[in-house]
């Protein structure tokens, strides 16, 4: 079976640089878009460098680069190998004064050799399943606001207004702490209906379920369809750097 995979990321309107790395099988997208056809199994993955701190998209890369030796690999043995991808940047950062604390969020799609799918994620980059003209969130994020609203401390309708709604509370890199790295079930298969959407949080802030059901929606060709994700992003006011991947059957 073979997948289609549309890849897209760009700085946006307001960055210097973009912070933003994708990998889609061993495939390494830094800037732009990529078309990429891909078989089963290979990883689809957004890692977004923690904005503020030293070097993100020096660790965005660094992760996306090692992601992309691992589309072989298992779900459980892929997850260790985060763990080690994690503490192999702890150590460059240590060891380049630098770029000390650089971090990143990650989120990756692993689709298995029998057609699995599954969401492996650290941070507040997200996966999303369209199936039967509906989109729902796969990845929980790990944020601050998350742990209020599990605790009941605010409501749906107040996390997304949150002032501090960007703030992460697990990523690849952090020199205090490992990584949470949550692995979920996608789908037991892909069937001809589905799409998954990978994003980082200068699209998710600006765009959720609904806009993603309208934009599978549209009569324009599926590259056009993802690209309009970020486009509306844009559009709404996203100050972060932007970007967004698509899968679906070839």
């Not at 999303?128 to 209020?148: C, G, N, P």
């Not at 690849?172 to 069937?191: A, L, Q, R, T």
Request: aromatic fraction near 8%; include cysteine.
């Amino acid at each position: 079976m073979q997948y289609y995979v549309y890849a897209h990321t760009e700085t946006g309107n307001f960055r210097e640089n973009n912070e933003d790395t994708l990998v889609v099988g061993e495939k390494i997208i830094i800037n732009g878009s990529e078309s990429i056809s891909c078989d089963a199994p290979f990883i689809a993955g957004v890692c977004d460098g923690v904005g503020g701190e030293n070097g993100g998209e020096i660790a965005s890369f660094f992760v996306a680069k090692r992601l992309s030796e691992c589309n072989k690999m298992g779900v459980s043995e892929l997850k260790d190998e985060i763990s080690v991808i994690h503490c192999d940047l702890v150590d460059y950062g240590n060891e380049n004064n630098e770029y000390f604390g650089l971090q990143t969020t990650m989120c990756c799609l692993k689709v298995s050799e029998n057609g699995r799918l599954y969401c492996l994620n650290s941070g507040d980059s997200r996966l999303y399943l369209y199936k039967s003209k509906k989109a729902r969130q796969i990845s929980k994020d790990h944020s601050y606001v998350m742990e209020l609203l599990e605790k009941g401390e605010i409501t749906e309708a107040e996390l997304k207004t949150h002032p501090q709604k960007n703030v992460i509370t697990s990523s690849v890199g952090n020199p205090y702490k490992p990584p949470e790295i949550d692995v979920s079930v996608v789908s037991e298969s892909f069937c001809e209906d589905c799409v998954v959407i990978l994003c980082s949080d200068g699209v998710s802030d600006f765009v959720g379920e609904r806009e993603i059901e309208a934009a599978m929606e549209l009569d324009i060709t599926f590259d056009e369809k993802i690209k309009a994700l970020s486009q509306l992003a844009l559009e709404r006011g996203s100050t972060d750097n932007v970007s967004v991947i698509g899968v679906k059957l070839n």
